[in-house]
Nanobody, 119 residues
């Protein structure tokens, strides 16, 4: 069974930048939209940004102007560029995207990548 794989997390200082990547692994990608979320322990998963195959994007107002979502031409890799990071951006970051499970396209969550921002 395929799964999205996130990478690019790590540590950054207040005001720093990181770029996260999301690729499909083990199955062909499908569907139209790839979405990034984040979650801190004890809180609900929070929507950050989404992009469809045409390149139409949606970015939550809480990160608009600091976070940018983009993709390569075939939507093989979807990126989340995070600038001007703040300690409150510390969270586990997840992508969700469609992957073929047999003959069915299923939206699947990745395992996440940790981002830690220090002041």
């Amino acid at each position: 069974q395929g799964q999205p794989v996130e990478s690019g997390g790590g540590s950054a200082h207040d005001g720093g930048s990181l770029r996260l990547s999301c690729v499909g692994s083990g199955s062909a990608t499908c569907g139209t939209t790839v979405t990034w979320y984040r979650q801190v322990p004890g809180k609900e998963r929070e929507f950050l940004a989404a992009i469809d195959r045409r390149g139409v994007v949606s970015v939550h107002r809480s990160v608009r102007g600091r976070f940018t979502i983009s993709q390569d031409s075939a939507q093989v890799t979807v990126y989340l560029q995070m600038n001007n990071l703040r300690p409150e951006d510390t969270a586990m970051y997840f992508c969700k995207r469609g992957l073929m499970q047999g003959d069915i396209c299923v939206d699947i969550w990745g395992q996440g990548t940790q981002v830690t921002v220090s002041s």
